[in-house]
Nanobody, 126 residues
Framework: QVQLVESGGGLVQAGDSLRVSCVAS????????MAWFRQAPGKEREFVSA????????VYATGVRGRFTISRDNAENTVYLEMNSLKPEDTAVYYC???????????????????WGRGTQVTVSS
């Protein structure tokens, strides 16, 4: 099973940018679709973005499309989430997740992903 470690979270102001990273180990990274989810206090974990093992198929949640960019470096076993024009409502713990194969799952549910990191906190002040 893949082990995932997120980093790069922090406290920023509205309108700022931030990049979070996730390093994977213990699996075949280039054959694994990866995703970012987030969970705000008192809310369910929600899908943010996902990309296929080769990086050619990318999906975004409606609320982040145009502001966030997901990418991966298969040589470094790392997936990134570049977040621009951050809003206070983007405040959440951001989790990295690994799918069961190289394709982006058809649904955005958490049960489509078999490995999770511990998360990194992103706080956006107004």
């Amino acid at each position: 099973q893949v082990q995932l470690v997120e980093s790069g979270g922090g406290l920023v102001q509205a309108g700022d940018s931030l990049r979070v990273s996730c390093v994977a180990s213990g699996g075949t990274f280039r054959s694994t679709a990866m995703a970012w989810f987030r969970q705000a206090p008192g809310k369910e974990r929600e899908f943010v973005s996902a990309l296929s093992g080769d990086g050619n198929n990318i999906v975004y949640a409606t609320g982040v499309r145009g502001r966030f960019t997901i990418s991966r470096d298969n040589a470094e076993n790392t997936v990134y989430l570049e977040m621009n024009s951050l809003k206070p409502e983007d405040t959440a713990v951001y989790y990295c997740a690994a799918a069961r194969n190289t394709l982006v799952p058809r649904t955005s549910g958490t049960d489509e992903y078999e490995s999770w990191g511990r998360g990194t906190q992103v706080t956006v002040s107004s």
